[in-house]
């Protein structure tokens, strides 16, 4: 059984850091593209970042750049997302998500698990 399992998620404000962590087990983790994605109330679900199986490719939208970072362990089965100068905007549940894909997907669709998500919320 596949299981991803997010932490690190809290309160924070304006312009502070967090780590976000995302374990992984029941799968070859060294053979998956990982990503983060989002989801604030009444939006959608949103892609966050992401990263190859082997950690030397990563693509994140325009929102994400130069803030956001993910890297991977794959020794640890872990992946993780560094996020500095937070804005009350990026409030949300973040999740992270495991790709058989060949390509770091943007889509939802693109993702074959997920995991049940870390609340964060940055106070102005």
């Known amino acids: 059984q596949v299981q991803l399992v997010e932490s690190g998620g809290g309160l924070v404000q304006g312009g502070d850091s967090l780590r976000l962590s995302c374990s992984a087990s029941?799968?070859?983790?060294?053979?998956?593209?990982m990503g983060w994605f989002r989801q604030a109330p009444g939006k959608e679900r949103e892609f966050v970042a992401g990263?190859?199986?082997?950690?030397?490719?990563?693509n994140y939208p325009d929102s994400a750049k130069g803030r956001f970072t993910i890297s991977r362990d794959n020794a640890k089965n872990t992946v993780y997302l560094q996020m500095n100068s937070l804005k009350p905007e990026d409030t949300a549940i973040y999740y992270c998500?495991?790709?058989?894909?060949?390509?770091?997907?943007?889509?939802?669709?693109?993702?074959?698990?997920w995991g049940q998500g870390t609340q964060v919320t940055v106070s102005s």
């Open positions: 998500a495991a790709s058989s894909r060949v390509v770091i997907g943007r889509s939802r669709s693109n993702y074959d698990y």
């Open positions: 029941g799968l070859t983790f060294s053979t998956y593209n």
């Open positions: 990263i190859d199986w082997i950690g030397s490719e990563t």
